[in-house]
């Protein structure tokens, strides 16, 4: 008999109106269920099988990890309801996906030409804040990105820029600490010689003092933890989820080995009191408050009115005075500064033949791929066919088309 062993997936036997189905779990949060003829057995995530069948299964897994974007789905626990599951289809992006890294907001590498480059592994979060400027649940697929993929890419991109103080910040459209390769990318991009910082944004749902030490120990510099209340009943109704806001957890972080940064979002009618809690609690800890003026997005949640730039410094100064802590940044206060421009294969306005590689995001968005590059469209696409599209957004190689008639 032979076991057949995964890294990334692990295999559990499921029953189905009577019918056996092996559930591939891929990253820890991703899956999906293959029904080989074959007698088989799983034992503590390993596949057991007759050798002479070996091949055939590993074909049927490495066809599901891909499988023409069909069958991928992503598993996490719905933030509101413990016990409910939220589903949606995924997509796995390395080489031989198609997809470049380089054009869309929502994951990849995003270069607005200066010190500081956004890397986004992964998508999708395990809150409902009230605020998400994304709105998670417009968005019915996820992405994940092969991390030796991510950390190739990102080194190309870092050599163009010939810069010697280069920041890498982890964030994205999603919570990544969801990456279960996110220690390990840390570790592989901490070793370049350009890179200087690498951050990253968490809500901290997931993150324990043993996560935090092997990330600062694999070459983490700073946490920018979202914390909008430091009330558990508040912060829950903020989150969208039943959260407990464990204070001498947070202190405790502050002094390990890395930068902590709490960064809280200010919503009038909201959470005004417990911004200055939070503000008191930081000067009284010597943590660094980087609070942030709720802005409105089109496809967000929207659930205040925005507080007006004037009003909103105003208020900082307040509490900068009265709780002697800095509280107003610019981008001079982290170095960040101009860098070698990545060029555009293609600008605004310009007419590409470009090919479909994957469905996006939303219902109706594609991704295409043209010159190393991906597009972002809306409308009717197929996977696999080319199409001429219109740039109608070029702004840091982030991409947009529009399909154009024929």
């Given at each position: 008999?032979?076991?057949?062993?995964?890294?990334?997936v692990?295999?559990i036997?499921?029953?189905?109106?009577?019918?056996?189905?092996?559930?591939?779990?891929?990253?820890?949060h991703?899956?999906?269920?293959?029904?080989?003829k074959?007698?088989?057995?799983?034992?503590k995530?390993?596949?057991?099988?007759?050798?002479?069948?070996?091949?055939?299964?590993?074909?049927?897994?490495?066809?599901?990890?891909?499988?023409?974007?069909?069958?991928?789905?992503?598993?996490?626990?719905?933030?509101?309801?413990?016990?409910?599951?939220?589903?949606?289809?995924?997509?796995?992006?390395?080489?031989?996906?198609?997809?470049?890294?380089?054009?869309?907001?929502?994951?990849?590498?995003?270069?607005?030409?200066?010190?500081?480059?956004?890397?986004?592994?992964?998508?999708?979060c395990?809150?409902?804040?009230?605020?998400?400027?994304?709105d998670?649940?417009?968005r019915?697929?996820?992405?994940?990105?092969?991390?030796?993929?991510?950390?190739?890419?990102l080194?190309?991109?870092?050599?163009?820029?010939?810069?010697?103080?280069?920041?890498?910040?982890?964030?994205?459209?999603?919570?990544?600490?969801?990456?279960?390769?996110?220690?390990?990318?840390?570790?592989?991009?901490?070793?370049?010689?350009?890179?200087?910082?690498?951050?990253?944004?968490?809500?901290?749902?997931?993150?324990?003092?043993?996560?935090?030490?092997?990330?600062?120990?694999?070459?983490?510099?700073?946490?920018?933890?979202?914390?909008?209340?430091?009330?558990?009943?508040?912060?829950?109704?903020?989150?969208?989820?039943?959260?407990?806001?464990?204070?001498?957890?947070?202190?405790?972080?502050?002094k390990?080995?890395?930068?902590?940064?709490?960064?809280?979002?200010?919503?009038?009618?909201?959470?005004?009191?417990?911004?200055?809690?939070?503000?008191?609690?930081?000067?009284?800890n010597?943590?660094?408050?980087?609070?942030?003026?709720?802005?409105?997005?089109?496809?967000?949640?929207?659930?205040?009115?925005?507080?007006?730039?004037?009003?909103?410094?105003?208020?900082?100064?307040?509490?900068?005075?009265?709780?002697?802590?800095r509280?107003?940044?610019?981008?001079?206060?982290?170095?960040?500064?101009?860098?070698?421009?990545?060029?555009?294969?293609?600008?605004?306005?310009?007419?590409?033949?470009?090919?479909?590689?994957?469905f996006?995001?939303?219902?109706?968005?594609?991704?295409?791929?043209?010159?190393?590059r991906?597009i972002?469209?809306?409308?009717?696409?197929?996977?696999?066919?080319?199409?001429?599209?219109?740039i109608?957004?070029?702004?840091?190689?982030?991409f947009?088309?529009?399909?154009?008639?024929?």
């Open positions: 008999m032979k076991r057949l062993e995964y890294n990334d692990k295999f036997q499921q029953s189905i109106d009577e019918k056996r189905i092996l559930k591939c779990v891929f990253y820890e991703f899956f999906f269920d293959i029904r080989p074959i007698n088989y057995s799983v034992e995530g390993v596949l057991i099988v007759d050798d002479k069948y070996e091949k055939k299964i590993r074909k049927m897994v490495e066809n599901g990890i891909r499988n023409d974007l069909r069958s991928m789905r992503t598993e996490f626990t719905d933030a509101g309801y413990p016990d409910k599951k939220v589903y949606k289809k995924a997509v796995f992006v390395d080489r031989g996906s198609g997809i470049g890294l380089i054009g869309n907001v929502g994951f990849g590498i995003v270069d607005r030409n200066t010190n500081v480059i956004e890397v986004k592994p992964i998508t999708g395990n809150l409902k804040c009230i605020y998400c400027s994304v998670e649940d417009k019915s697929v996820d992405f994940v990105v092969e991390p030796d993929y991510l950390v190739d890419e080194g190309k991109l870092i050599e163009m820029k010939d810069c010697e103080d280069i920041d890498i910040h982890i964030g994205g459209q999603g919570e990544p600490l969801r990456y279960k390769y996110l220690k390990y990318f840390v570790s592989k991009i901490s070793k370049n010689k350009h890179v200087r910082n690498i951050s990253i944004d968490t809500n901290g749902l997931l993150l324990n003092t043993e996560m935090a030490e092997q990330l600062i120990d694999a070459g983490l510099t700073q946490i920018n933890l979202s914390i909008n209340s430091l009330n558990d009943t508040n912060a829950s109704r903020i989150a969208g989820c039943t959260r407990k806001i464990d204070a001498n957890w947070i202190k405790d972080l502050s390990m080995s890395v930068k902590l940064v709490l960064a809280p979002v200010l919503m009038k009618g909201i959470n005004d009191s417990d911004i200055e809690e939070i503000v008191e609690f930081c000067a009284v010597g943590i660094i408050c980087g609070i942030q003026n709720y802005l409105y997005y089109n496809g967000g949640r929207n659930p205040a009115k925005e507080i007006k730039w004037e009003d909103f410094r105003g208020l900082l100064h307040s509490w900068e005075d009265k709780y002697d802590i509280l107003l940044f610019s981008e001079g206060d982290f170095n960040i500064h101009k860098t070698i421009a990545l060029a555009k294969p293609f600008k605004k306005g310009d007419i590409v033949s470009a090919y479909v590689v994957s996006g995001q939303f219902n109706d968005e594609w991704i295409l791929s043209a010159q190393g991906i972002s469209a809306r409308g009717n696409f197929s996977v696999g066919r080319s199409y001429k599209v219109r109608i957004r070029d702004k840091h190689n982030i947009i088309g529009e399909k154009v008639s024929r």
